[in-house]
């Protein structure tokens, strides 16, 4: 009997294991505090964020936290924390709005949110790292369901672990009785692995002028596609009002395939492609927004508010899971001639009953009036246009270009030839010793510089291919390169601008500015620090300077035109301000003149034609200096930081960043050497990098890589940097940022602690317990009957002789202990899974770990020493 006893005790704890171990797949849920934020008493709705929709789905529910926006065309965000660690998969969304009081949502998927707030204002940004977005809702679009077995994959290791809320608030006239707003979308979500990946493919036009008065205005985009096959089955259009039709095609062997074609004055949502279209690696993808400029008296320009325009080709698209690339964007016009065969059928405008326009308008669309295309105020850029695609930035760690004998490194520029030409120092320095109080050069005893100041540099081996500039300079500055291959130079002693043809710099072709005498004239300047040339006008910006706080406009020919800029007053600097204005870059495919405004740590765009202010990109990481931009075409912007202060923990650093939002992308440092003064920066098309230093005397060569292969983690101001080539990790590497206090705000505020899901039903288990133990005993009491009649006395020996063997097996080598993994392991089929002991490396360790971590690197970090002040 003692043999049956220890059988049932054995069997009872293995069924006491298996339901302990089951539970809902929403038990892996992290659960909200109590402290969630709820919305507003004035709003409808459910207070709960997080419903459970069975074992494996649920719903959450984002919502603004009951806002009311202060003026028209207000920009509001909030975050909300996705509440798993494990991948998820977005099937459905179901937007809670109104055009009667929103103008457009859009959702962002991201890991860093731009703030820890219950919202903020989006010109802060949406996030701070790259963001993806995952939808996008105007004039009272119906919900979108993807189609079974799709699904936009979020949380694990490679998804976002954020969802940012942006909306739109137009016309603020339907808050005139203050009621708040809490205005999102419903979610639905799956922990079901889903066999194919949703991504967003935006198409966008980025510089069309759209003529007042005139009937009918294309804007036309086309890109090829070079990825691997993607299935479409929606498409959404969107343009203000002016938009009169959408089109979106593939073209495949001259071939017009319609993807989509729709009225944006029509509710704006994701519409089903009719047929399906797969695309493929070389079809080019190409769509037109045909506009009218009847009713506007002043030229209508792409940008964010109300009165101007958008021209957005949605495409919801699935490929493989093993292929999947959550996000892609066209913002360029590849072949122009290609539209001259459109189906014509792209410009016929769909007719819109005006019962429908007021439905897709909201009904306070008739209270605007009047003309609103001279308005002149800041245009937002709404993130509609975000290019934050999965790139990170890292050193060619074997580009031997970095190991050059150079003095210090001034400028850098890209010839038409994609050869890096480095324009520095040689054997003279600037010091304090270099000019007096009225900036005039004191070391001209010493002469020009002896060597070549510069060099054009093989990109890829770094060879020297062609050096001059001897004897011609005292203290190099800025360079840049015309389309005819002609170098631009600023001498900051000399207090001039060059322009030098590339074969014959001895015989400058052009000179602004008198040698050796500072001034503030249009004939003068004072230590000048860059030039940029417009490729269209031939337009020459000089950047002037240290001793000046202006931006001069001269003809081709060297004529004055005019000049913008004034020193920045006490307190916060206002538009148009500058302490000293370092840097400059054309931004072609936005019309744009950029200024990195060094000591004021932001950069400030204008429209070069006028001067006029359009907008600032400022971050707390840039710390208090900003030395050098460049704009790549495609809608990357890059800059370099300055040396932190004293006291300061923002890092020297280099950034990439979203031109149309001003988010950051990424951050990178060199891995070979470290900076020491970032002094210019330039990048190209196909994003290569360059940085050169002024005090280290070295130039760096970096590249993007596809988050894909090359994943950056961050974790409360530590960042993992894998780097990836198939399987096989290559590099691995470390690298302590100083620890924001907001973004420890924000971990500790969103860090919960995973448990067990409890609310499986008591009776479920009970019942689990009860049934298999009661059939297990009447079995056991019939064997032990039937045994005792046959053998009599010897049966219960042989009893306890099974059940030692049994015992042994699941104690193992150790004995005196129950294992059930190794008692399974030795059954061949069986998998260990499940039954050691439960792995404690997940994330919510990780967390505890990092932010033990965090508080001993930033106790360790020294502070940065005193430094003199800097004029390089």
Known sequence: MAGLVNNLLILFLIFQNSCLAFRSPLSVFKRYKDTVRSHSNECLGSNRQLVPLGLSDFALDIRMPGVTPKQSDTYLCMSLRLPVEEEAYVVDFRPQASMDT?????????????????????????????????YAWARNAPPTRLPKGVGFQVGGEKGSKYFVLQVHYGDISAFKDKHKDCSGVTLHLTNQKQPMIAGMYLMMSMDTVIPPGEKAVNSDIACHYKMYPMHLFAYRVHTHHLGKVVSGYRVRDGQWTLIGRQSPQLPQAFYPVDNPVEIKYGDTLAARCVFTGEGRSSETYIGGTASDEMCNFYIMYYMEAKHAVSYMTCTQNINPEMFRSIPEEANIPIPVKSDMTMMAHGHHEESRGGDTGSVMQQ?????????????????????????????????????????LVVFHRGDHIWDANSFDSQYIYQQKVLGPIKESTILVLDPNNSAVLHSTGRNLFYLPHGLSIDNNGNYWVTDVALHQIFKLGSHSVESPLLTLGRAFQPGSDKNHFCQPTDVAVDPVTG?????????????VKFSPNGMFIMQWGEETSIGQAKPSQFSIPHSLTLVSDFGQLCVADRENGRIQCFKPETGQFVKEIRHPLFGREVFAISYAPGGLLFAVNGKPYPGDKEPLQAFMMNFSTGAIIDTFIPLRKNFEMPHDIIASEDRLVYIGDAHSNTVWKFTSTEKMEHRSVKKAGIEVQEIKETEAVIEARLTSKP???????????????????????????????????????????????RKTRLYGADAEHKVDSSSGRILGRFRGKGGGGLNLGNFFASRAGYSRKGFDRLSTEGSDQEKDEDDATDSEEEDSIPQPPVLPPSSS
């Open 102 to 134: 929103v103008h457009h949502m859009l959702l962002f998927g991201c890991n860093n949110p731009a703030s820890d707030e219950d919202y903020w204002d989006c010109n802060g940004g949406t996030c701070m790292d790259t963001s993806n977005i995952l």
């Open 379 to 419: 245009p937002k850029r709404e993130d509609e246009e975000v290019l934050d695609q999965d790139l990170n930035i890292e050193e060619i760690v074997d580009w031997p270009g970095v190991n050059l004998k150079l003095g210090q490194v001034s400028g850098l520029a890209l010839d038409p030839n994609s050869n």
């Open 539 to 551: 337009n020459i910006y000089v950047s002037d300077g240290y001793c000046n706080s202006r931006i």
């Open 739 to 785: 620890t924001s206090k907001e973004l420890l705000k924000k971990e500790e505020k969103h860090h919960v602690v995973q448990q067990a899901n409890t609310e499986v039903s008591v009776v479920l288990i009970t019942t689990l317990l009860i049934i298999p133990i009661v059939v297990l005993l009447a079995i056991a009491v019939f064997i032990w009957w």
